[in-house]
């Protein structure tokens, strides 16, 4: 009964260690998310108190400091898209490749067929990405 059981410990520990590391990252990245919203607050509020020149130029560097923020967003969606169809590729590959590699194995009971299932996750993987209108900007 208990044969297994430093096998259970040590995997719960993992689990427990993982989903900690997972929870401490998500909540370390939204404190940022949060610092920097603030910040950006208290620049407007300085620059509300201000004369008009310097908030021509402080403007001027938010715009561009967004301009160059969109742009990386679109790259990342771009680099994000192009892996997806990469993968999707790469599945029709595999499933094209156990097709054959199957039907030589074992030619008369049609196990080949199973590389179909991975065909269609690819073609399906692959497709959407020509359809999914949110990775499109």
């Not at 993982?18 to 208290?42: D, M, Q």
């Not at 008009?52 to 771009?78: F, G, M, P, W």
């Not at 199957?102 to 692959?126: E, K």
Request: aromatic share 10%; net charge positive; hydrophobic share 50%.
């Amino acid at each position: 009964m208990f044969d297994d059981f430093g096998q259970f410990i040590f995997l719960a520990a993992g689990a427990i260690a993982l989903f900690s590391f997972l929870s401490v990252g998500a909540w370390a990245g939204n404190r940022t998310a949060e610092r920097i919203a603030i910040e950006r607050l208290a620049l407007y509020r300085k620059l509300a108190e201000s004369p008009t020149s310097a908030i021509e130029l402080v403007l001027a560097h938010l715009r561009e400091e967004e301009a160059r923020q969109e742009s990386k967003d679109r790259e990342r969606a771009r680099r994000s898209r192009r892996e997806t169809r990469q993968g999707g590729a790469i599945l029709l590959a595999v499933g094209i490749g156990l097709c054959v590699f199957l039907q030589y194995v074992a030619p008369n009971q049609g196990v080949w067929t199973l590389g179909i299932l991975v065909i269609l996750i690819g073609v399906v993987i692959f497709g959407f990405t020509f359809f999914d209108k949110s990775a499109s900007a």
